[in-house]
Structure formats: C-alpha cells, structure tokens
C-alpha cells in the first residue's frame, strides 16, 4: 500500500495548478485503488508535467492545425500494458464525468482520438502498448489486440500460417494501428499519376496552391515506384470539416442526444442500420458515455421506441 500512496503523491503533485485539486485527487485515487496492485502508476499514468505527457500526445499527431496553443489538451494520458487497466481507466473516468479519447498508437490526421472539440476535460487512452496478436490457422481466425500495427499483423500472417491462403485486408501503411483501422480510418481519396500523366506538373501545381486551401481540406502528396517501376505520384485528400446535411450531436450540456434530433441526419448517413444500431447501443451504452460528435445514440425512451416498431410496449 505504501507503493501505491508514494506514486499518488507523485502523480498528484502535477495536478496543484487546477481549480479543483479536490476532484483530480479522488479520480487518482479510483485508479489507484482499481489497479493491481503489482503495477506501477508512474508508467502508466502520464500528466502535463510528466516527461513523456508530450512525446506520446505528439506521436499521433501528423496534422499540426490540432497542435496549437488553442487545442484542448489531455487531462491524464493513461498507457495500459493490460485489458484490467481499461476497464479500470473507463470505470474511474465515468465515475468522475471525464470523457475519454482512445488512441491506438498510430497516426490520426483528423484529431479525433487526441482532442476534444470543447473544453470539457478529457482523458487519453493510449493502448500502443496492447499489441497482442494469437492467429488460428485451423479456425482462419486472429484475435489481435488494438495497438498492433498492420505492420505487425501482416509479418505474423506470412511468418506464422505461412500460406497464401490467409489474409488480412487493409491498406499500405504498416504503421497504422488495428484500432484505428477497423474502426473506420485509413480511407481516403486518392489519385495516382505518373510522369506520362503530367504528374511532375501536378506537384508543380500542388506547391503554389497547398498553403493558400482551407483549413478543412488536407491533401498530401507521396513520391514512389508503382508495381509497373514507373514513379508516380499519389494526391491523398482528406476533408477534415463537418458535414452540416447530416448534423451534429451537440456536446455543450453532455446530456444523451435523443434520438429523433439525431435521426434526422442518422438516417442519411448509416441509412437502414440506423434504426438496428441505435437498438444495439441501448443495449450495450444507455448512458450514452462512449460518444462522439456523430456517434449513434442510445434508443432510450419507450415510447420513440415504439414510434419506430423496435421495441414492445409492456
């Protein structure tokens, strides 16, 4: 026990600048009494004043308009080296009404797993260090955990089954996390032009434009021999602003956004599973604590339920 206090005391003491010391003690406090006891704090918890806060908020971060002063910043980034540390982690925030942010240790252009688009404090839950990967090749299935890179996966595939006839689809950065990636990033739009395609003129064309675009528009351009051996250049495009025809969650009250306000842009955006995900999220979140600006709410309320047919009236 004397361990745990002695890395408390540490840990806190990076915390005597805010307004309500109170609050920040007692959310160290769950996590310290949550976790093993066999771990120690100070390399898994990571505060503003820790010599690693900034190097592990900056990993992940390739777009510098979501690293500027101005930018809401991580309350705790919390590095878990064990499945208990996150539901430890997820059990204190909710607790203590702090919102969290999972970063799988790969790169995120769009911000959306180190930032908050409010003030409201946040947590980072940096599962890099969760890399696992147990493939089974009788079953042809692999239970991988979310911080291992493509990269990773792919050399246990081919080095492991040693057969063509498994396989893993995704894209071509081996740096990218499992996370990220089945949870929706990776896809872009891209165009690929080579030399016979005027692609030295492109580029040309690229540097006099790329600093005077709007901020919501990123584009990239990568310089690389095709399978053909033919250099090419690839224009990866990114719009990175809201799309006002499907709407936004609102977040300044925190409260569960209902689920006729976020029909109206649901059914545009996710179409006909709309209905059956917003079922599945009762189910499994009716507090609505894992969120986002465009997440899908919780069928909460009885009677919208029975509106729509999806539950039955008791």
């Known amino acids: 026990m004397t361990f745990i206090l002695t890395d408390l005391s540490l840990i806190s003491s990076s915390f005597t600048n805010h307004q309500h010391d109170s609050s920040y003690s007692s959310f160290l406090h769950c996590l310290s009494t949550t976790f093993p006891i066999s771990y120690n704090l100070s390399q898994l918890l990571h505060t503003p004043n820790s010599s690693s806060y900034s190097s592990l908020l900056n990993s992940s971060i390739k777009n510098l308009l ?64 969760l890399r696992g990967v147990k493939l089974d090749s009788e079953q042809g299935t692999a239970w991988v955990q979310s911080g291992a890179m493509l990269g990773e ?22 740096t990218v ?18 030399l016979s395609q005027n692609a030295v003129d492109l580029v040309n064309h690229w540097q006099d434009i790329a600093h005077r675009l709007p901020e919501d528009l990123f ?13 090419e250049a690839l224009f990866n495009s990114l719009f990175l602003g809201g799309d ?38 009762r189910r499994v979140d009716p507090g609505d604590f894992f969120r986002s600006e465009q997440s899908i709410p ?9 509106e729509h047919g999806l539950v039955e009236s008791s």
């Open 66 to 129: 979501f690293s500027t002063p101005s930018t809401p910043r991580p309350l705790l980034i919390i590095t878990p080296s064990n499945p208990s540390h996150i539901q430890a982690s997820i059990f204190c925030c909710k607790l203590h009404n702090l919102r969290v942010r999972v970063l799988s240790g790969g790169h995120d252009y769009e911000g959306l797993s180190y930032r908050s688009s409010n003030q409201k404090p946040f947590v980072i839950l940096d599962l890099s260090n």
């Open 153 to 174: 996966l792919y050399y246990k595939i081919a080095h492991e089954i040693k057969s063509f006839s498994y396989g893993f689809p995704a894209g071509i950065c081996p």
């Open 177 to 194: 996390a499992v996370g990220g990636h089945l949870s929706g990033g990776g896809f872009v739009f891209t165009i690929h032009k080579t």
């Open 219 to 231: 584009i990239r351009v990568i310089i690389q021999r095709n399978e053909m051996g033919e250099v």
């Open 244 to 281: 006002l025809d499907l709407g936004l969650n609102e977040e300044e009250d925190w409260g569960i956004t209902s689920y006729s306000s976020a029909r109206v842009w649901g059914m545009k955006y996710f179409k006909g599973n709309f209905e059956r995900l917003a079922t599945v999220k």
């Open 298 to 306: 919780p069928l909460v309320l009885e009677m919208e339920g029975e």
